[in-house]
């Protein structure tokens, strides 16, 4: 029953908010053929496969919202179902099994993610199943079997790298947690099997590694994420452990530091018996070593810290709260625990639930989209977008998924589909920025000029598209959405468009 809520959570509403700004970048790319999808991913942030499958999919079942979404829902749907299996290899008692499974069942970012049409909820399902297939290394099995888990466990390894980059450092840890991991094998015989995998891996993922370095060299300077601090490890903890979403930043800070201090007292208390102790340190590894790399490498480098990245964390974090149960406590104490571990995470995570289950991100894009088109128009408006990703919403939502150029839209400071491959997190950051805007505007040709008007803070965070607008045409109707300003600027009559 547990398993089945976790699904149902998974595969429910999956139409309930609009997509967003990447869902949106989702949907523009899996129109392409596949060619063009190699192609433009080469110059964005992850490897391609989820965009070819995604593409595959579309093509049977088409480009609606819930079309978009339902894989990453079913990703999720399995990740909760093999999630009991991976429970008991590591617990190895009932009654922390079931807590964990609750907890997992409920569990924010995995049933956020499983409603958006992105890669997150594929990366979740592949750190369960990898680490499911290579904790079997540790356990004695015949020769037949061990050469079709070593190939099982390559296959699942190479696949999660073309999901995502981050993923290699999940398989990094995954790898030290197998050395680690409580089992009969002694650990030279896995270290070998180990190296097997990872040169077998390598081999298969080497085509896509000088790709790799080039999309982590063109982030630098170009990425909207800021430096983390201690705080924002102490809060992405917090949000793995399924705790967030409170009232207020203050009552967010105090909770994120009492579940920090939680979490740390579940792992002190699995690190002090010797029956959970190994386990305790291979989940540990596997849901802490990913944070501490992309901390130093943002902190070092290009700043990429994001809760997001983890999700991979979520399942491993989850193991790690249920540790003072799987440990021998004696039966007056077991009560106790059994009573006092889901008061202190089953009831914050159903809060923390309740506000995001349909999805981490609301941007109402096909209300704003909804509105504008309409709007009565006797000719063709100009629109405008800042940020010029805006560009793929419209297309989505208010032409139908045609995402032909059109003469009367406008990007800033250039057009999102303008390059031969489009770049993201482009910002207007100098009048020069507006030189686009200012040459259409100076053909005399648009009585109306519609603005939207996203992500503001990153890109056009001094309003400069909003200023030149207002200061030449006259504004007759604003409406806001979540995230979204539609701004509707008519032509004064007679008065030329400076």
């Not at 060619?35 to 496969?49: G, L, W």
């Not at 093509?59 to 399995?78: C, D, I, K, N, Q």
């Not at 490890?233 to 207020?248: E, G, H, K, M, R």
């Not at 990153?458 to 539609?486: C, G, M, P």
Request: charge should be positive; glycine fraction near 4%.
């Amino acid at each position: 029953m547990v398993v089945l809520l976790g699904c149902v959570l998974r595969l429910s509403f999956l139409t309930t908010q609009s997509l967003w700004f990447d869902e949106g970048y989702t949907a523009w790319v899996v129109s392409l053929k596949p060619a063009n999808i190699v192609r433009m991913i080469s110059a964005d942030t992850a490897p391609p496969v989820y965009y070819l499958l995604l593409h595959a999919w579309c093509t049977v079942f088409g480009h609606a919202e819930w079309a978009l979404r339902l894989p990453s829902a079913l990703a999720g749907a399995a990740a909760m179902g093999l999630f009991p299996l991976l429970a008991w290899r590591v617990l190895k008692t009932h009654r922390a099994v079931l807590f964990t499974t609750v907890l997992f069942a409920i569990a924010e970012m995995p049933v956020a993610y499983a409603h958006e049409a992105r890669f997150y909820s594929v990366m979740l399902l592949m750190a369960v199943i990898t680490a499911l297939a290579m904790l079997r290394l540790v356990l004695p099995v015949s020769t037949r079997q061990r050469a079709t888990w070593i190939t099982f466990s390559t296959l699942c390894c190479a696949i999660s790298l073309y999901i995502n980059n981050v993923m290699a450092i999940y398989i990094a840890a995954i790898f030290l947690a197998v050395l680690v991991m409580p089992g009969e094998r002694h650990w030279r015989g896995r270290l070998f099997d180990l190296l097997v995998i990872g040169l077998a891996t390598s081999v298969i993922f080497l085509p896509w590694v000088p790709t790799m370095i080039a999309q982590s060299r063109s982030l630098r300077g170009h990425f909207w994420i800021d430096a983390p601090t201690g705080w924002t490890v102490v809060q992405t903890f917090s949000t793995l452990c399924n705790v967030s979403s409170y009232a207020d930043a203050a009552t967010d800070r105090a909770m994120a530091a009492v579940v920090t201090i939680l979490l740390v007292g579940s792992i002190a208390i699995g690190l002090k018996q010797l029956n959970t102790r190994g386990a305790t340190i291979a989940m540990g590894m596997i849901a802490l070593l990913p944070i501490a790399v992309i901390f130093v490498m943002s902190r070092i480098n290009q700043p990429i810290f994001t809760n997001r990245a983890f999700i991979a964390s979520c399942p491993f974090f989850v193991l790690l709260l249920a540790m003072p149960m799987a440990r021998e406590w004696p039966r007056a104490r077991v009560r106790k625990i059994a009573i006092i571990l889901p008061v202190f995470w089953i009831i914050p995570a159903l809060t923390s639930l309740r506000a995001n289950y349909a999805g981490e991100h609301l941007e109402q894009w096909r209300e704003a989209c909804g509105v504008v088109s309409a709007i009565p128009s006797g000719e063709k408006p100009l629109l405008v977008f800042v940020a010029n990703e805006g560009e793929m919403l419209w297309d989505y939502y208010g032409r139908g998924g045609d995402y032909s150029r059109r003469e009367n839209q406008v990007g800033l400071p250039a057009g999102f589909f303008e390059p031969d491959i489009p770049r993201t997190l482009r910002r207007v950051q100098s009048d020069e920025d507006l030189a686009l805007l200012k040459s259409k505007l100076a053909d005399h040709k648009y009585q109306q000029v519609i603005l939207f008007d996203s992500h503001y803070w990153w890109a056009d965070s001094e309003h400069r598209a909003l200023k030149h607008l207002q200061a030449s045409y006259s504004q007759t109707a604003k409406w806001e959405f979540n995230q979204i300003t539609v701004w509707v600027f008519a032509k004064p009559s007679g008065d030329p468009v400076r």
